[in-house]
């Protein structure tokens, strides 16, 4: 599938910024760059202001069902220009869940071919009944306005890759790490469990080229739609 195939639930703008004048250009640039860090601020504080409750219903009922591994799944991704950090999630798998993957796709065939098109599972057998529930809801995610408020992540922006992908996404890989990764994105609004790993690269590319303002405020917008439907995890 590529850029042409994927059906996007709005039109991206792209601003011409070759027809100005070079000063008028980066005066745009900082502009816009401080507009989208005070967006991020106030959404990732606020976003907190639900993170911290929501941890208390999240460690309750783990320990309730007695698991009690950690509150947090903490794993490294790649962040703008390269630089690795640690991202935060609310831990929806089984304890180890990392070493258990090698596990499970030594033993099964067609979870390994499944794993090799979309880096993920569909119905990853790791994933905890109550895990079940936070990724569908995407209240999994809310950890993440912590990277947010500290700057390693934007509200919007492309996926998180992992280290391990570098190879996987070849002469995307440049461009991509030109923007901080972000909570939501055009790959989470499109259709994200039916996408493979290319149609993601071919979404993160789309959104490069055509990164404003306005088209991050329409993301987030979408976004909030999906979540309150509650059409799959965002």
């Known amino acids: 599938m590529n850029n042409q195939d994927l059906s996007i639930p709005f039109n991206l703008e792209v601003l011409k910024d070759e027809e100005l004048p070079e000063l008028l250009r980066e005066l745009k640039t900082i502009v816009k760059n401080i507009v989208l860090r005070g967006i991020d601020i106030v959404g990732s504080l606020l976003g907190m202001m639900i ?17 009690y591994g950690p509150l947090f799944y903490v794993h490294e991704r790649i962040g703008k220009n390269g630089k690795t950090f640690k991202m935060y999630k609310f831990r929806t798998m089984v304890v180890n869940a990392d070493e258990k993957l090698n596990e499970i796709l030594e033993q099964d065939k067609a979870l390994k071919e499944e794993y090799k098109k979309y880096k993920k599972l569909k119905n990853d057998p790791r994933v905890t009944k109550f895990g079940e529930f936070l990724r569908k809801t995407s209240l999994d995610e809310f950890p993440q306005f912590i990277n ?8 919007v922006g492309p996926r998180p890759y992992m280290p391990k992908e570098i190879e996987d996404m070849g002469t995307y890989y440049k461009y991509i790490i030109k ?56």
């Open 51 to 67: 993170t911290l409750p929501l941890s208390m219903v999240v460690l309750i009922n783990n320990l309730k069902t007695k698991d």
């Open 148 to 155: 947010v408020l500290k700057g390693e992540m934007s509200l």
């Open 179 to 234: 923007h901080k990764p972000g909570i939501t994105g055009l790959w989470q609004i499109s259709g994200r469990s039916e996408l493979s790993f290319t149609d993601r690269l071919d979404l993160d590319m789309k959104y490069h080229y055509r990164k404003t303002v306005k088209n991050d405020i329409k993301i987030l917008l979408i976004t909030a739609l999906i979540t309150l439907k509650r059409k799959g995890a965002v």
